[in-house]
């Protein structure tokens, strides 16, 4: 038998660890996946996560605002993220509502904090996922090599954004030889499923 004293144990562990491997890149939960909706296509690809809020429960990331997973969470806010453990073969798959947040008090602040290793990301001279004749890195030419003046970053803050997933309801499961656990937890209420 498990009580939901239990499986609130295992949740907050959780929580606990997503919250580590905001800067712990060896920590598998550092990357997850997130779904999105293309004229009625679901479409997938991989974020990094940049910030967790337990309570209530949120998930942020990075993104240019150019890049067609933005356009489709401003058509559809509604979205799956998927975080999965292999070594405790953990996973973790959270629906979501979206909020994107460009060139505001928020998208500043967080650029304020952003390395400028990373502000060159936000400098491409194409918008990510544009069909291009030839190969070339899409990046300022003159700081393929090297970080860019914190100066010169600036062109690429209108193109950062921030994003914030409001997690709705959270799918845990974790695999067991003898009987996997699985569970939601939807407004604190915690509901066993059958796996
Ligand atoms: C390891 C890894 C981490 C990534 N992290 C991010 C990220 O944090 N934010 C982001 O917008 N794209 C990230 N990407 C790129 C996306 O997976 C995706 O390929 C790209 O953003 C285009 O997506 P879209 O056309 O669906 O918008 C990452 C890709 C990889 C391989």
Wanted: contains cysteine.
């Amino acid at each position: 038998m498990i009580s939901f004293q239990k499986l609130k144990i295992i949740y907050n562990n959780e929580l606990d660890l997503l919250k580590d491997a905001i800067n712990n890149s060896k920590n598998p939960y550092h990357t997850f996946t997130l779904s999105s909706i293309n004229n009625n296509i679901p479409e997938l690809r991989t974020i990094v996560l940049r910030g967790i809020d337990k309570d209530p429960f949120k998930i942020f990331f990075n993104s240019d605002v150019r890049s067609p997973k933005i356009k489709q969470l401003k058509i559809n806010n509604h979205c799956s993220i998927l975080f999965y453990d292999l070594k405790r073969k953990m996973q973790l798959r959270l629906q979501c509502k979206a909020s994107i947040f460009n060139k505001d008090d928020i998208s500043e602040e967080i650029w304020y904090k952003t390395p400028l290793q990373s502000r060159k990301c936000y400098m491409a001279p194409y918008p990510p996922s544009k069909k291009i004749e030839n190969w070339e890195p899409n990046l300022p030419k003159k700081y393929l090599k090297k970080d860019p003046t914190r100066k010169d970053s600036e062109v690429g803050y209108k193109n950062f954004s921030y994003i914030q997933l409001e997690v709705i309801n959270s799918d845990i499961l974790q695999l067991h030889h003898d009987g996997h656990i699985r569970f939601i937890v939807h407004k604190k209420t915690f509901s066993f499923i059958s796996s």
